[in-house]
């Protein structure tokens, strides 16, 4: 079964440094996005991304924020300069287009960033 | 915006006894209620769903309801086993977005 895949699985960093962290959507999927989870929070919605720009992004999506599909299967999140409360569980998801609009996204198992 | 409360927070249930998690939603603009299921390490995974044409839907154990006007939603796990133990979250979607809109989650516990 085709699944969502995110790279690392782990990452610790340094306040002040640049991560990126990757996901590889389900091959035929259109629609992407890129969801976090503060330990012990809900999971919020951070952007959508479809037809190479951004659809919606949230509140907290700010500038050090960005996303990027830089070839056809990877899908990226940059973090520009980390601060300490952007540690948490960071989800990619993709979504298809099926007949009747489905609108079922399929999660990653996430990053988990640590900022130091 | 929409806000998605769900409850409760933490549930312990002996195993073959029935789990009722409750959601409320704000928006009535949402048309789309998933459920995902979390296990420890993995992203959420979709579980059941219900759209607000229907007022229930079910899918072997698992029960989805649907109140329109009271804007409530609930999942109901029947003769649960250890492995529903996991994090469920409830979630909303609206009509014309796409983002999903997640309550802050169940732990469930089945108790041997």
């Known amino acids: 079964e085709p699944e969502v895949t995110q790279t690392p699985s782990h990452q610790v960093t340094q306040m002040g440094q640049e991560v990126i962290l990757r996901c590889v959507p389900i091959?035929?999927?259109?629609?992407f996005y890129w969801y976090r989870q503060i330990l012990g929070q809900k999971v919020e919605f951070l952007v959508s991304?479809?037809?190479?720009?951004?659809?919606?992004k949230s509140e907290i999506f700010d500038d050090q924020f960005s996303v990027e599909r830089p070839d056809g299967s990877n899908f990226t999140l940059k973090i520009r300069s980390t601060k300490l409360e952007d540690s948490a569980m960071y989800f990619c998801?993709?979504?298809?287009?099926?007949?009747?609009?489905?609108?079922?996204?399929?999660f990653g198992p996430g990053t988990r960033l640590t900022v130091l | 915006g929409e806000n998605v409360e769900q409850h409760p927070s933490t549930l312990s249930v002996q195993e073959g006894d029935s789990a009722v998690i409750k959601c409320t939603y704000s928006?009535?603009?949402?048309?789309?209620f998933p459920w995902y299921k979390q296990e420890l390490g993995k992203g959420p995974q979709l579980i059941i769903d219900?759209?607000?044409?229907?007022g229930e839907k079910k899918d072997q154990r698992i029960a989805v309801t649907l109140n329109k006007t009271a804007k409530h939603f609930s999942l109901h796990i029947t003769e649960t086993q250890p492995e529903d133990s996991a994090v469920y979250f409830c979630?909303?979607?609206?009509?014309?977005?796409?983002?999903?809109?997640f309550g802050k989650g169940t732990r469930l516990h089945i108790l041997p």
């Open positions: 091959s035929n999927h259109l629609y």
């Open positions: 219900i759209r607000s044409n229907v």
């Open positions: 928006d009535s603009a949402s048309n789309y």
């Open positions: 991304f479809y037809n190479n720009e951004i659809s919606e």
């Open positions: 979630a909303a979607i609206l009509n014309r977005d796409d983002k999903i809109i």
């Open positions: 998801a993709s979504k298809g287009v099926l007949a009747g609009g489905d609108n079922e996204q399929f």
